[in-house]
Structure formats: C-alpha cells, structure tokens
Nanobody, 128 residues
Framework: VQLQAFGGGLVQPGESLRLSCAASGFAFIHWPIVWFRQAPGKEREGVSCISKSPGSTTYADSVKGRFTISRDNTKNTVYLQMNSLKPEDTAVYYC??????????????????????WGRGTLVTVSS
C-alpha cells in the first residue's frame, strides 16, 4: 500500500492550491481516502474524507465551503481543491486510507487513529 501526497507550496492568503494523493498497491476504488493536516506544535486534524464510489464526502467545519475533495478512480488519485486559503491552513497535509470500511465513518473519520495507512505529507504554507 502506497500513498503519496503532493502539490503543496507557498501561496498568499486568498489564493488556491490543489493537492493530489496518488495511491497504489491496493484496490483503490473500494476504499475511502482521508486528508489530514498537522501544523507545527498542533495535533493532526482531519480535513476531509471521501468514501468509495460514488464518493460521499465530509469536511471539517474549518474548511467547509472552501475545500473540495474528489476522486478519479481511473487515475487512483484523490484531490483536495483548497480555495480562499488562510494563514491558519498552513500545515503538512497527509492522505490516508483504511481497509476496515468502505465509507468514511461518521463518528470518527477525523481521528487519526482510525486510519492505518498513511502517505508522506506535503507542506502548504499560506503567508503574505
């Protein structure tokens, strides 16, 4: 199982960025993918989750209306479109998956211990 997040960078407040999570080594279409982030000195927090197809989605309150998660099963990739970025969005972003469930679990999708397989993160810095 391999997950690789990429697409991070330095942007100014109000700008946009799209992250990608490329997956391999498992039957991607059958499993959910989640995005987490971790800012310096803070706990890892759930950002957004997308279930197996047809891909229902869920978001943390802090990013609702600004971030959009999507998946392309032909490319084994999940995207996180981030608009109207704020300095508080600065963090290392990770993607993860788990093979215990097909849908993002309602009660604890945002808890990092729910997920067994993690990729390396990508740094997003929002600063003027």
């Amino acid at each position: 199982v391999q997950l690789q997040a990429f697409g991070g960078g330095l942007v100014q407040p109000g700008e946009s960025l799209r992250l990608s999570c490329a997956a391999s080594g498992f039957a991607f279409i059958h499993w959910p993918i989640v995005w987490f982030r971790q800012a310096p000195g803070k706990e890892r927090e759930g950002v957004s989750c997308i279930s197996k197809s047809p891909g229902s989605t869920t978001y943390a309150d802090s990013v609702k209306g600004r971030f959009t998660i999507s998946r392309d099963n032909t490319k084994n990739t999940v995207y996180l479109q981030m608009n109207s970025l704020k300095p508080e969005d600065t963090a290392v972003y990770y993607c993860a998956t788990d093979f215990s469930f097909g849908a993002c679990p309602d009660s604890n999708w945002y808890r990092h211990w729910t997920w067994d397989y993690w990729g390396r993160g990508t740094l997003v810095t929002v600063s003027s």
